[in-house]
């Protein structure tokens, strides 16, 4: 077959229509979301099926590129990378997962702990990290270089996450089909009523960091995702008091994001405070970040200049 971009995109088309989702051209693995499960695509039945497998043994998929590179890492004792790319709703994240999922059943069975940590990182990364977009339900708005450790002997010994270009300004501001990210919706949906108390939110409370018209997504199950994204923090490692440290934090925001500003005159000088109406608002975030509330007040309106050296 003559190769050029006609042929290869109908045969994308033709393998997509048989829910034969994965392509090989050379050692390249294209992949096109099915945006829905296929049966036993990534059971522990089909990792068994590909270990040990060289490329081209089986039909295309995920876990043989996985098992490639951890058999040329054990063949060469070099390192070896996965490049996982493509655009918003390609189903890098997805990808990622399978490919982590298959190093630790497969490869990593001993260890137990530790793989179990790498694997359970995932869900509590895409709670902080991912957001819904106009094209994408759980889209990545940030990268991630994932590192994971073998000893001489092959087995799992640690891990290493590196994260970069987190998209800041979703923060504070999202387009109207949007959300925000995924961690403020799993805590208002999920938070038992004690914790709410302590961390003074409501779900039922106007937020402004949260676009009002995507509060309740009836695609997205954020009660269920706020059990996971507990589950993770635990199989992680965090202690209890870590994971009320790391939700203190996020109400924190929600609450900064309430605070106003209004202007007043003193000695000929406009200057401005925190409004009346959200001294509720950054009471409470002056509690859950710790601070005084002194010390909140003057770095919300003072500005501070530094001058260069010299």
Avoid at 97 to 114: D, E, H, M, N
Avoid at 230 to 242: F, Y
């Amino acid at each position: 077959m003559y190769l050029n971009e006609a042929t290869l995109l109908h045969n994308l088309k033709v393998r997509y229509e048989r829910h034969r989702i994965y392509t090989y051209t050379a050692n390249i693995l294209l992949a096109v979301n099915p945006y829905k499960e296929i049966k036993g695509l990534y059971s522990e039945e089909t990792i068994r099926k590909y270990t040990g497998k060289s490329i081209g043994v089986m039909p295309p998929h995920v876990f043989a590129i996985a098992d490639k590179a951890f058999r040329e890492m054990k063949a060469l004792k070099w390192s070896q990378s996965i490049i996982v790319s493509g655009e918003s709703g390609a189903g890098k994240t997805e990808s990622t997962k399978s490919i982590l999922r298959f190093l630790t059943v497969s490869y990593g069975a001993t260890a137990g702990v530790i793989e179990q940590r790498i694997v359970e990182a995932n869900p509590l990364m895409e709670s902080f990290g991912n957001a819904k977009t106009m094209r994408n339900n759980n889209s990545s708005r940030f990268g991630k270089f994932i590192e994971v450790h073998y000893n001489e002997k092959f087995g799992v010994v640690g891990g290493l996450v590196s994260h970069y270009l987190l998209e800041k300004s979703r923060i504070c501001s999202q387009m109207a089909e949007e959300r925000n990210y995924h961690v403020f919706y799993r805590l208002l949906a999920g938070a038992p009523p004690q914790l709410r108390e302590e961390l003074y939110i409501d779900p039922n409370a106007v937020y402004r960091y949260l676009n009002p018209k995507s509060r309740k997504e009836k695609s997205i199950d954020d009660l269920g995702a706020y059990q996971v994204m507990m589950t993770s923090m635990e199989k992680v490692g965090l202690t209890s008091e870590e994971q009320l440290d790391l939700l203190r934090l996020v109400a924190a925001v929600l609450h900064l994001g309430n605070i106003s500003f209004e202007e007043f005159t003193k000695d000929n000088k406009e200057q401005s405070a925190v409004s009346r109406e959200s001294f509720k608002s950054f009471s409470a975030a002056c509690k859950l970040l710790g601070l005084e509330e002194s010390e909140l007040r003057r770095g919300l309106v003072a500005r501070v200049m530094t001058t260069t050296k010299g």
